[in-house]
């Protein structure tokens, strides 16, 4: 039998139930890619990140929803780096995660629990509103935006929160960008005590109805948001039941996501010795 160690992480959440539930599993190598989808599928949340240690402080990245994997996850980035510091006795000033199709990701522990990431900021372009969109969305949005996902922009976070979009519907649309089609963010200026920003994250293409907590959004919410307000931005993700803060700040052609983590599982997880 192979066994892997296993820690379930709530990313962008400072106690359990909140934000978005990542698994993150230390390998030595990569398994096949069907035995790690395998995997993810049999984990069952948003996403699951597999590490391996190359070098103090540079760990090699990927990540899997349930159904794909992906070419960026903010949250099991965030996860990652909770679970070298707070778990495999990391004690470095940054972790360097080299990924595939992101290129350099950068993490930082600015206090026991708290994290900055250093991440790209996507390339963003203002596109026309189309009614098929703006049907299945259920409502139509005051800007849309092109770029790895698609971005609808609202007047306010009630706006926001209201939305119950056909998500079948969306499944079939988007821009094509780097990931795949139906994943849409919506976002709305402003929210409950400070927040700068109100957003959510329909990603029925990456086979996830909604996410929770999403830092890759972030990243276009940032490249959109950013050049108008030229600030750090405080945001809430407004999944119903959970919610998460993050803080976003555009650096030049970098986006600084920052947020918690908490670990809620620790343990392993065992594997048939033939799927090693």
Not at 99 to 120: C, H, I, N, W
Not at 144 to 160: K, L, N, Q, R, S
């Amino acid at each position: 039998m192979t066994v892997i160690p296993f820690y379930q992480i709530d990313a962008f959440a400072t106690q359990p139930f909140e934000g978005n539930q990542a698994c993150i599993m230390p390998l030595e190598a990569f398994l096949p890619d069907e035995t790690l989808q395998a995997i993810a599928a049999e984990n069952n949340v948003a996403e699951t990140a597999f590490i391996i240690e190359k070098s103090p402080g540079t760990f090699a990245l990927r990540w899997f929803t349930p159904m794909v994997e992906v070419p960026l996850c903010g949250h099991a980035t965030l996860a990652s780096a909770h679970a070298i510091y707070q778990h495999m006795g990391f004690d470095g000033e940054e972790i360097t995660f080299e990924t595939v199709q992101s290129g350099k990701l950068m993490v930082k522990q600015t206090a026991p629990g708290r994290y900055e990431m250093d991440f790209p900021a996507p390339g963003v372009s203002q596109i026309e509103i189309t009614e098929e969109v703006a049907a299945a969305l259920g409502a139509w949005p005051l800007e849309a935006w092109g770029g790895p996902f698609y971005g609808a922009v609202f007047a306010t976070p009630e706006d926001i929160e209201a939305l119950e979009p056909d998500l079948a519907e969306l499944k079939q649309l988007g821009v094509g960008g780097s990931w795949e089609r139906g994943n849409f963010g919506c976002v709305a200026p402003g929210g409950a005590g400070d927040v700068d920003l109100t957003s959510r994250f329909f990603a029925p293409g990456s086979g996830i109805d909604e996410d929770p907590a999403t830092g890759s959004w972030h990243c276009m919410i940032a490249a959109i948001m950013g050049p108008r307000l030229k600030r750090p931005l405080d945001c809430y993700q407004a999944y119903p039941g959970r919610g998460a803060r993050i803080q976003i700040e555009l650096a030049g052609d970098r986006v600084k996501l920052r947020g918690a983590a908490v670990t809620v599982i620790e343990g392993s997880f065992t594997l048939p010795q033939q799927e090693a």
